[in-house]
């Protein structure tokens, strides 16, 4: 098992609209939630919002901390995740996506059984769909 002690952290943003979540599938048809890794010069607020306009256009306002979860991998470094919830600055925006990903779809939190989210995932979204 890879286990060097190195420890990557990731943001996740858990964008609402009109009781919907926003969903990102990559190229390897996974589905997860906007955001990405941490830069060693910036702070997590930084990080959601640069990561979620990179990889949709949209500009949010991070709100509350929903969930807080490693994951554990064998073939590289873990990763410490966070979750926020997030609302769009312009409810009427769409999607722009980046190279990253393939396609992004709004869906109903008790929606997500097709998705194949993981546990951490799907736990935000739920923290997310009763605030």
Known sequence: MFDDGLLY???K????????ILLLRKHSGRWDLPGGRLDP????????LR???EETGLAVRPGRLLHRWVRYRGNG???????HRCRL???????????EH???RWVDADALTPYGLSAGIEKS???????
């Open 41 to 48: 010069d910036e702070s997590p607020k930084q990080c959601l």
């Open 102 to 104: 393939a396609e992004s």
């Open 51 to 53: 990561e979620i306009a």
């Open 13 to 20: 943003g858990v964008i609402v609209r009109r009781g919907q």
């Open 9 to 11: 952290v990731s943001l």
């Open 125 to 131: 979204i739920r923290r997310a769909a009763k605030s």
């Open 89 to 99: 600055r312009d409810p009427r925006s769409e999607p722009r996506l980046s190279a």
């Open 77 to 83: 470094p873990n990763v410490f995740l966070v979750s």
